[in-house]
T-cell receptor
């Protein structure tokens, strides 16, 4: 199993600012993902963080709004840029070591934009 | 198009009884299925998984059943305990794809 440390755990931000969320895994993992979960809803995949190359974004999410870095096999960041109240959500980092294995999650970042 | 469906938004069960959570899928390429539990303000926690080559997998109080012909899986929790109150998510993945496809979740409430 992998332990994922995600920070910050929560933040309240002013609209128009940016927040960078960090995700550290205690072992090398093949794949890392960033999700968003809005209240009462399921997990929505934002992007797959690719080591050493640009992230792969899902429909509805763009790099300018959610730039992602993954400099190595244990670390990734997600930035929520030019925030608006609609960005208020829980953001989750996930890692998966291989096919037919479970994915592990950080504890999430609860973001409130005012 | 929702490929993984959890049709019950919530389920209430008496403590000590069996909880049965259901999940349906539409993509016949899915070959690995997982159940997660999520408390508020925490990330999802992995519970149990099953490969498509099996029809049952058991781990303590948790058993997952897979019916491939019906494209249906279920999670049984017995006996249910107060700490089991949480949102349960079903997820699936297809061979050669690392992405997990998630259901909408079922909120399980265990009554004393």
């Amino acid at each position: 199993s992998a332990v994922i440390s995600q920070k910050p755990s929560r933040d309240i931000c002013q609209r128009g600012t940016s927040l960078t969320i960090q995700c550290q895994v205690d072992s090398q993992v093949t794949m890392m993902f960033w999700y968003r979960q809005q209240p009462g809803q399921s997990l929505t995949l934002i992007a797959t963080a690719n080591q050493g190359s640009e992230a792969t974004y899902e429909s509805g999410f763009v790099i300018d709004k959610f730039p992602i870095s993954r400099p190595n096999l244990t670390f990734s960041t997600l930035t929520v840029s030019n925030m608006s109240p609609e960005d208020s959500s829980i953001y989750l980092c996930s890692a998966r070591g291989g096919l037919n294995t479970e994915a592990f999650f950080g504890q999430g970042t609860r973001l409130t934009v005012v | 198009d929702q490929q993984v469906k959890q049709n019950s938004p919530s389920l209430s069960v008496q403590e000590g009884r069996i909880s049965i959570l259901n999940c349906d899928y539409t993509n016949s390429m899915f070959d690995y299925f997982l159940w997660y539990k999520k408390y508020p303000a925490e990330g999802p926690t992995f519970l149990i998984s099953i490969s498509s080559i099996k029809d049952k997998n058991e781990d303590g109080r948790f058993t997952v059943f897979l019916n491939k012909s019906a494209k249906h899986l279920s999670l049984h929790i017995v006996p249910s305990q107060p700490g089991d109150s949480a949102v349960y998510f079903c997820a699936a993945s297809a061979q050669s794809n690392y992405q997990l496809i998630w259901g909408a979740g079922t909120k399980l409430i265990i009554k004393p």
